[in-house]
């Protein structure tokens, strides 16, 4: 029996992906979602928790490198800009490969959004997730892991996306992943950087007491790149595979010790362009149509149905851990 955690990513990022992931809750997979507090709308992103009895599969997404801090821009200035804005991903990661990101600012920021989290859901979290997956580079990652647990956390997504790491070349790893300089975010390989440095930092966050799942897919099956027929292969590989031409009977066997499954989702309607503003998260991931066709699929009724009355899957959230 698989214990199976579908995360929709960004809730509270803004109003249009709230109504998505809401309505994949009631009427798909989805079963855990991680709030952004520095989003655009997180107070009424907790009211639609509140009001729908959510507040059980609700986490937190720690947001480090996009929009505003928590905490007052001048009390972090390793990690804004000039006008009080985080870096961006790219920004943040360079900034902290050449130690130019303070342990003790980004760690308070870290606790800050713990404390908004609690301030908005009336309970802490126990469990979190890291925007664009920072929390796993290795410049980082003992920060965040030791933050994280001082904040209470009990557990942790690690990134590690078994069916991107399987179907990729030694090759491809070599050119992700670049020992002796920062990442680099393009190209095809960049999604595997992430997958090098999620096994890399595994045994720092559980060192620091936080669980994990077994199992972690969704970074290779992000926006058009996921299906209904793909869901449906995942649940008969053991969730090992999205490749027709494997023998399932062989990958579920392997599987069968790795009973704990995330996948990651960033489902939700599109931000349209007529409601884009310069002080909001309107960039092209938020407002594209990919958000639109990951919550159909979720919701698709077929899909839902084997899903749930497979005698192999239990939909859970990350309390069941």
Not at 107 to 117: L, P, R, Y
Not at 196 to 206: H, N, V
Not at 207 to 213: D, F, I, Q, V
Not at 236 to 245: E, K, M
């Amino acid at each position: 029996m698989y214990k199976v955690i579908i995360t929709a990513d960004d809730f509270g990022v803004n109003p249009y992906r709230d109504e998505g992931i809401l309505r994949g809750f009631q009427e798909g997979l989805i079963t855990h979602a991680s709030v952004l507090v520095n989003g655009e709308n997180p107070s009424s992103s907790a009211r639609l928790a509140i009001q729908n009895g959510l507040l059980d599969r609700i986490g937190l997404h720690v947001n480090v490198t996009e929009g505003l801090p928590i905490s007052p821009a001048r009390s972090v200035p390793s990690l804004v800009d000039g006008n009080g804005r985080f870096l961006g991903r790219e920004g943040f990661l360079e900034a902290a490969h050449t130690g130019r990101v303070s342990m003790p600012e980004l760690k308070a920021e870290i606790k800050a959004q713990f404390g908004e989290f609690q301030k908005l859901l009336g309970k802490p979290a126990t469990h979190v997730d890291g925007h664009m997956h920072v929390h796993v580079f290795s410049a980082v990652a003992e920060a965040f892991a030791s933050a994280f647990a001082e904040a209470g956390a009990r557990t942790v997504r690690i990134p590690f996306d078994v069916v991107l790491a399987n179907s990729a070349s030694a090759e491809d790893y070599g050119a992700a992943f670049q020992v002796s300089g920062p990442p680099r975010w393009s190209g095809p390989t960049r999604f595997l950087r992430i997958v090098q440095e999620a096994a890399l930092a595994r045994r720092t966050f559980f060192e620091a007491g936080l669980l994990s799942t077994d199992l972690f897919l969704g970074i290779g099956l992000m926006g058009q790149n996921n299906t209904v027929n793909k869901m449906q292969l995942l649940l008969r590989s053991g969730f090992l595979s999205t490749d027709i031409g494997h023998d399932y009977s062989s990958l579920k066997a392997k599987s069968q010790s790795l009973t704990t499954v995330e996948f990651m989702a960033h489902p939700g309607g599109a931000y349209p362009a007529s409601a884009r503003s310069a002080e909001f998260w309107h960039d092209d991931f938020s407002c594209n149509k990919d958000r639109e066709h990951e919550l159909q699929v979720l919701c698709d009724p077929s899909l839902v149905q084997e899903y749930r009355t497979s005698p192999d899957v239990s939909l859970v959230s990350w309390n069941a851990l």
